[in-house]
């Protein structure tokens, strides 16, 4: 889903799925099926880890639910799209080695 929504919005498919891989482990839901939050920040959540704090409200004025893997996903990528990598810079020495196209 990362990729399909990434290519569709000509996004570097890769660097999203960097990412989501060292935010969430690529999870949106833990084992007892509730989303994942953030160990640093209980605030962040899902795939992405979207911080409640600053996108939750936007997130819903756009018509995303970050609460839902597709919502989760469709969000962060329309924030790539606007802000680049820059939301998620704090876990850039984890996916830094992907570079945008």
């Known amino acids: 889903m990362i990729r399909e929504t990434s290519e569709k919005n000509g996004i ?18 833990s084992d007892d099926g509730t989303v994942v939050r953030g160990r640093v920040n209980t605030k962040d959540v899902g795939v992405f880890q979207i ?5 939750l ?8 639910d970050i609460y839902t893997t597709r919502g989760n996903i469709e969000y962060a990528i329309s924030l790539i799209k606007k802000s ?10 984890c996916w830094g080695q992907v570079a945008m196209k």
């Open 12 to 29: 570097d498919d890769n660097l999203a799925v960097e990412i989501a891989r060292c935010e969430s482990g690529l999870r949106q839901y």
């Open 57 to 64: 409200r936007q997130s819903q004025e756009q018509g995303y």
């Open 84 to 93: 680049g990598s820059k939301p998620w810079s704090a876990s850039k020495p």
């Open 51 to 55: 911080n409640e704090d600053y996108h």
